[in-house]
C-alpha cells in the first residue's frame, strides 16, 4: 500500500458477521515514511454512506502525538485502542480484533490480549457492503499487509502465538 491511491475492497456480504461474533486478523508492516498519523487498515463501509468516511468503522494504525496504537472505531470515536507506544513502524506485528458473545471488542497485537471496550459493541453488520483494506476515505495506509482473515468465529479468547505460516480457513 502506498499511502495514497491503493487499497482492496471485498464485498463486505462475504464475512458473514451481523451482529454475531467475529474474528479479523492480519500481518502489518507500517512504513516510517507514511505523510500523516493516521494509517486505516481494516474499514467496514455501510451502504448508505460508501463516501463518507464517518460512517466507516474501522481498525486504525495511529501514530497521533507519538503514541502509536491499534484502535477500533466506531466512526470517529474510538471503541478501544491498545495503548500508547505498543506499535512502533518498520517492524512485523500479528493483529487479531474479537467480538465476542458477550459483545466486547478485544485487541490483540503478537498474540499478546492488549485492551478491551469499555462498553458493549452491539453493531450489525449486515448494513455494510464493502470492507476496504488500507483505506478510510480519503485516508490510506502506507506498508504492507498478509495473511488477512475474517471470520465469523472468536478465534482467540487468550493470549496465542501467532500463526508463523500461511492462514488458511
Known amino acids: 500500500f502506498d499511502d495514497s491511491t491503493n487499497a482492496m475492497m471485498i ?3 462475504a464475512t458473514g458477521f451481523g451482529t454475531g461474533v467475529f474474528t479479523v ?12 498519523t ?3 487498515l481494516v474499514g467496514f463501509v455501510p451502504v448508505a454512506d460508501r463516501n463518507t468516511t464517518s460512517s466507516y468503522r474501522s481498525i486504525t494504525f495511529d501514530s ?3 503514541s502509536e496504537q491499534l484502535k477500533f472505531v466506531n466512526q ?3 471503541v478501544v485502542a491498545s495503548g500508547s507506544s505498543t ?32 462498553g458493549t459493541y452491539t453493531e450489525n453488520f449486515s448494513s455494510f457492503d464493502r470492507v476496504y483494506l488500507g483505506r478510510r476515505g480519503g485516508d490510506y495506509f502506507k506498508g504492507y499487509m498478509s495473511n488477512v482473515r475474517m471470520t465469523s468465529q472468536v478465534l482467540y479468547t487468550k493470549n496465542f502465538t501467532p500463526p508463523a505460516t500461511e492462514i488458511t480457513g
Not at 486478523?25 to 500523516?36: I, N, R
Open 64 to 66: 497521533a502525538s507519538g
Open 87 to 118: 506499535v512502533e513502524t518498520s517492524k512485523w506485528y500479528h493483529v487479531a480484533v474479537t467480538r465476542e458473545s458477550d459483545n466486547k471488542i478485544r485487541i490483540y497485537l503478537n498474540g499478546t490480549f492488549m485492551a478491551e471496550s469499555s
Open 76 to 78: 470517529s470515536s474510538d
Open 11 to 13: 464485498h463486505a456480504a
Open 38 to 40: 493516521y494509517q486505516p
Open 25 to 36: 486478523e492480519f500481518w502489518m508492516f507500517s512504513d516510517s515514511t507514511h505523510s500523516g
